[in-house]
C-alpha cells in the first residue's frame, strides 16, 4: 500500500525569499488606479511591472497587510505575466476595500519558477472612511442588490452586526453576521440579500457581555436587476404550505450548466422565485459553497492560464456578495508547490511531450466542490490529475496505452498554501484503496472540450481515442471526530463514477492518508434494507455530508445512473435494473442513512423518490426543523430543454418517505442551498 506524501509549505517559502546580489529579476512599477487616499469601498486595480534578464516567465503575487497589522496576507497568488518591449506586466490585482479605514501596505512579489529568483515591491495607500460623523452610511455598489453598511466605531470587546428590512415589514429581518468591534476605526459591512428596487432600513446592533444595543436605522433603496442580466423562469409546483420551512427562507442556486455553458447568473431567491441576489461572471463559474463570513468559493475560468491550453476552471477564489475577490489561486502556482511537496503527478501538462509516456501524469483544473470547514480555516480544494497507463489497464477496445483521469485532494492553509495533499493514483493498489483495474462503473470516458468533463491535455494519436474518467469525484466533507481523546477530523470525498462514498485517514494531517472504508455497491458496508428495496444503494450520487456537526444522519442526492442503467450495462460494479424499473419511476432519491462504522452497515432514514430523474448533478440538505432538501438538478426534457427542482420533504414518521412541501422549478443549476439568509449557510 502506498503512503502519502506531505510536507509544509508555509507563505514565506513563495513571497518572502531573500533575492541575492546577482538577482537578475528586478520591479520596476507598482501603481494603483486611483491615487491614494480613496474612501472604503473604492475599487482599485494595481498593476506591476517587472524586468527577467532569463528566459522567464514572470510571476506575480498580491499581497496586502491591513492598517496595524504585523503580517502581510497573501491575495492573488502567483500568475504569470505578459511580456513586450523587455518588460513582464503582471495580471490586474482588483483590490476592492470593504474594511476598516488606515494605511494598508501592497506587496508585489514577482518570481521566475525556472530561476527560483524574485524580487518584491511594497507601496502604501491611504483608505478613507465612508463615516465622517456619529451617523451610519448606506451607499450603493456595482451590484444593485448589494450596499454598503458603514458605522462608526464601537467599544473594545464588542460586536457588531446588521439588521435589514424592507420597509414594507413584508419579510421577517435578516442580519450579517457578527464582526469584532475595532475600537477608533469604523466596521463596513457587505449588505446582501434584498429585493430589487425594494426601500429597506437598516441598523446597526452592538453586542457587548451580552447587553445588545440597537442604532438608527438608515433608509437604502436598491436598483433595477440591469435589463442585460439573463433571467431564468420560476414555476411553483409545490407552494409554501404549513409544513414548509420558512426560517430556511432562501434557496441558493449555482445556476452553472452542464455542459460548462452558463446561460444565467448565479442567484438567490426567497421560496417562491423572487430574486434577491445574483452574480454574473463573465465566464464559468462553479459556486462551490457560502461561507458563513459573508463570502462564497467559486471555481472560475476567466483570467489568463499558466497553461494556455487548458483555460476552464483554472481559478480557486473567495468572492464576497458583492462580487470581490477577497482571495485567489491557481492551478499553475498549485502545480509548484505540489511539486516541491514531492507530488510527481503534478507535472504541468503543457510540458509533457506527445504522444505522451506511460507514467507520464499532470495536474488539470479545480473541479466540482472545495470547502473551508477544515481547523484553522484551511481549505480543501479538489482537481483532476491525467496519468497515462499501459494498454489493458482498464476495459478498452484499443492496444494503446490509456489516459486514465484521477483526483487530487489538496489542503491549503490561510494564505492558501498547499500544506497536504491525497493524490488517487497513490492508493491505486486494489482494495481497501482505489483499484486501477476496477473502471467506471458505467465506463465513462472523457474526450478534449467534451462538457461534463475536465480539460484533456494528454490524449493523442498514441494513445486509446478516449480518457477513462475513472473516479469523477463530487463532494468534499471534513468529519470532525474526537479519536484517541483529541479532536481529529478525517475527509469524506464521493466519487460518482465508483458509486463509492469514501474515508480517508486525514486525522488533522497526522493521519495515514489511506482510505480506511468504501461505501456502495461492492463496498465495505451492508445495507439493512428495512424497506425491501430492489437496489436500496445509492449510485452516481452528489453532495455528500453528514448533519448535525458530523454528528449524523449522511444525506446524499442518489441520482440513480447505475440502478437506471440497462441491464449489463455495468462493467465495474454491479449491473443496473434497466427495466426492473418503468418508464414512470426510474427516478432520482433523496437519501439521508445512518452510519454503524462498529458493524460496518447502513440504514436508510429517508429514501424519497423525487419523481424525476436527474442524471447528474444535485444536492442534498437536512434543514433546521427537520424537512429534508433536495435538488434535481438536471431534468433533461428533449433538445435544449433541462429544468431543476429545488424540493422539500416533510418526514413521514416511521417510513423512509415524506411529502414534498416545497418544488420551486428553474433551469438546470449544478447544486442548491435552502438556508436562513447569504450570512448563515449549511456547513456539509
Request: proline content about 9%; hydrophobic content about 40%.
Amino acid at each position: 500500500m502506498k503512503t502519502l506524501r506531505y510536507t509544509f509549505l508555509g507563505l514565506a517559502a513563495l513571497s518572502t525569499l531573500c533575492v541575492p546580489a546577482s538577482a537578475r529579476v528586478a520591479v520596476t512599477v507598482l501603481h494603483p488606479s486611483a491615487a491614494s487616499p480613496q474612501v472604503v469601498g473604492t475599487a482599485i486595480a494595481w498593476t506591476a511591472r517587472a524586468t527577467d534578464s532569463g528566459a522567464g516567465p514572470l510571476t506575480f503575487q498580491f499581497n496586502v497587510q491591513p492598517p496595524g497589522g504585523s503580517s502581510f496576507v497573501m491575495i492573488k497568488d502567483f500568475n504569470v505575466g505578459t511580456k513586450k518591449a523587455g518588460f513582464w506586466t503582471s495580471p490586474a490585482f482588483h483590490w476592492v476595500p470593504t474594511g476598516v479605514e488606515g494605511i494598508y501596505q501592497i506587496k508585489v512579489v514577482v518570481k521566475d519558477f525556472g530561476t527560483g529568483e524574485t524580487a518584491s515591491k511594497i507601496k502604501a495607500f491611504q483608505v478613507a472612511p465612508l463615516v465622517t460623523g456619529a451617523t451610519p452610511v448606506v451607499v450603493a455598489t456595482a451590484n444593485p442588490l448589494v450596499a454598503l453598511f458603514s458605522a462608526p466605531a464601537c467599544p473594545k470587546g464588542s460586536s457588531m452586526r446588521v439588521s435589514f428590512q424592507p420597509q414594507s415589514n413584508s419579510v421577517p429581518a435578516a442580519a450579517t453576521n457578527w464582526v469584532p468591534c475595532a475600537p477608533e476605526r469604523t466596521l463596513t459591512f457587505e449588505i446582501a440579500g434584498m429585493y430589487p428596487s425594494t426601500a429597506y432600513n437598516m441598523f446597526s446592533q452592538t453586542e457587548t457581555n451580552g447587553n445588545m444595543v440597537n442604532g438608527s436605522p438608515v433608509p437604502f433603496t436598491t436598483g433595477a436587476i440591469p435589463t442585460g442580466i439573463p433571467l431564468p423562469k420560476f414555476k411553483s409546483n409545490v407552494k409554501i404550505g404549513p409544513n414548509t420551512d420558512t426560517t430556511d427562507g432562501m434557496i441558493l442556486l449555482d445556476e452553472v450548466q452542464f455542459g460548462d455553458n452558463p446561460q444565467y447568473p448565479d442567484l438567490a431567491t426567497d421560496l417562491s422565485g423572487n430574486v434577491v441576489w445574483y452574480y454574473n461572471p463573465p465566464q464559468s463559474i462553479v459556486l462551490a459553497r457560502p461561507l458563513p463570513n459573508g463570502t462564497f468559493l467559486a471555481i472560475e475560468s476567466n483570467g489568463p492560464a499558466w497553461n494556455p491550453h487548458a483555460i476552464r476552471a483554472q481559478y480557486l477564489r473567495q468572492i464576497d456578495w458583492a462580487g470581490n475577490i477577497v482571495k485567489e489561486t491557481n492551478t499553475g502556482v498549485l502545480q509548484q508547490e505540489l511539486l516541491k511537496m514531492g507530488a510527481t503527478d503534478a507535472q504541468p501538462c503543457d510540458k509533457i511531450a506527445s504522444p505522451a509516456p506511460v507514467g507520464s501524469a499532470c495536474l488539470g483544473a479545480f473541479h466540482h466542490d472545495a470547502i473551508q470547514t477544515l481547523p484553522n480555516g484551511y481549505t480543501l480544494a479538489l482537481a483532476d490529475i491525467e496519468k497515462i497507463f499501459p494498454a489493458g489497464t482498464q476495459p478498452d477496445s484499443s492496444s494503446l496505452p490509456q489516459d486514465i483521469v484521477g483526483d487530487i485532494l489538496v489542503v491549503l492553509d490561510t494564505n492558501w498554501q498547499a500544506v497536504w495533499y491525497f493524490d488517487t493514483f497513490d492508493h491505486d493498489m486494489g482494495a481497501p484503496q482505489l483499484d486501477i483495474h476496477r473502471p467506471a462503473v458505467l465506463n465513462e470516458t472523457c474526450i478534449v472540450n467534451q462538457g461534463g468533463c475536465p480539460p484533456i491535455q494528454l490524449l493523442s494519436s498514441g494513445a486509446a481515442p478516449a480518457a477513462h474518467d475513472w473516479l469523477h469525484m463530487n463532494a468534499l466533507y471534513y468529519w470532525p471526530a474526537t479519536q484517541d481523546g483529541v479532536s481529529k477530523g478525517d475527509l469524506i470525498i464521493s466519487s460518482r463514477h465508483q458509486d463509492f462514498v469514501m474515508k480517508i485517514d486525514y486525522r488533522d494531517m497526522a493521519g495515514t492518508g489511506n482510505i480506511l472504508w468504501r461505501m456502495g455497491p461492492g463496498g465495505d458496508f451492508t445495507f439493512n434494507n428495512t424497506n425491501m428495496d430492489p437496489w436500496p444503494w445509492f449510485s452516481h450520487q452528489h453532495e455528500v455530508g453528514i448533519e448535525n456537526g458530523g454528528m449524523g444522519p449522511m444525506t446524499l442526492f442518489d441520482n440513480g445512473d447505475t440502478r437506471i442503467s440497462a441491464p449489463g450495462a455495468s462493467t465495474g460494479g454491479t449491473p443496473g435494473l434497466g427495466t426492473a424499473c418503468g418508464p414512470n419511476d426510474c427516478y432520482s432519491r433523496g437519501m439521508a442513512l445512518t452510519v454503524d462504522e462498529a458493524t460496518m452497515q447502513v440504514t436508510p432514514m429517508m429514501s424519497q423518490d423525487l419523481g424525476v430523474y436527474s442524471g447528474a448533478d444535485g444536492s442534498a440538505q437536512l434543514l433546521a426543523d427537520g424537512n429534508y432538501f433536495f435538488l434535481p438538478a438536471v431534468v433533461i426534457k428533449g433538445p435544449n430543454n433541462a429544468f431543476c427542482q429545488s424540493i422539500e420533504i416533510y418526514p413521514t414518521a416511521g417510513t423512509v418517505n415524506g411529502t414534498q412541501v416545497l418544488n420551486l422549478q428553474t433551469a438546470e443549476s449544478y447544486r442548491a442551498w435552502q438556508m436562513p439568509s447569504l450570512y448563515d449557510p449549511p456547513i456539509t
